[in-house]
């Protein structure tokens, strides 16, 4: 399964809650913070949800 690095590069401070669930849901909620996460399903869609506020790159 490949994965995918995904790092907050917006801040969420005004967003409606379910943008800020799907954040903390991916394990981010600081600027800059960055996580490597398994890209199933699941996942892609919560990026999807809130790719204006991320930054993924593969990982390696």
Do not use: C, F, H, W
Request: charged share 30%; no cysteine; net charge positive.
């Amino acid at each position: 399964m490949s994965k995918v690095i995904v790092k907050q590069v917006r801040s969420d401070i005004g967003r409606s809650p379910a943008v800020r669930q799907t954040i903390k849901a991916l394990g981010l909620g600081r600027l800059n913070k960055q996580k490597e996460l398994p890209l199933n399903d699941a996942v892609k869609g919560m990026i999807k949800k809130v790719d204006y506020l991320l930054e993924v790159t593969p990982a390696k």
